[in-house]
């Protein structure tokens, strides 16, 4: 089910092998009221519990496949569709411990209708998000 709040309830986990951790995964919805070009998207900032991940190290599944920043500012011809998810790869070695944990995010979105020095137009949200498995 495709919620309003960018953040999804379903989709916060851990990824990687069970033994070794590499991140934690959240699921957004798309950041815009509308389909766009995945090269007009510039990346995720994620908060957790009051630790830092910056755009630049944060990658997006789409559609199956991963996106570093680089990778999304060249994906042209790839479509974010109105009722796709996409999820943010945030690299954590060892993942997050199983419990409540608060999340922020700020998808950062380019309108090419909108003057260069107001973009990338932050999309923010918050919520807490619950690690249910190691």
């Not at 060892?94 to 309108?111: D, F, N, S, Y």
Request: charge should be neutral; aromatic fraction near 10%.
């Amino acid at each position: 089910m495709y919620e309003y709040p960018l953040i999804q309830a379903t989709g916060f986990r851990n990824y990687g092998p069970v033994d070794a951790r590499e991140g934690v995964e959240v699921r957004l919805r798309l950041p815009n009221y509308r389909g766009m070009r995945l090269s007009l998207f510039d990346g995720v900032d994620v908060t957790i519990d009051g630790e830092f991940f910056s755009y630049e190290i944060n990658k997006l599944r789409l559609h199956g496949e991963v996106y570093d920043l680089e990778g999304m500012r060249d994906a042209t011809t790839v479509r974010w569709a109105m009722g796709d998810f996409g999820t943010v790869l945030v690299p954590k070695q060892g993942g997050l411990t199983p419990g409540i944990h608060h999340v922020k995010v700020a998808a950062r979105t380019r309108a090419p209708y909108f003057p260069p020095h107001l973009q990338p137009l932050p999309v923010n949200c918050e919520r807490l998000a619950t690690i249910v498995l190691p």
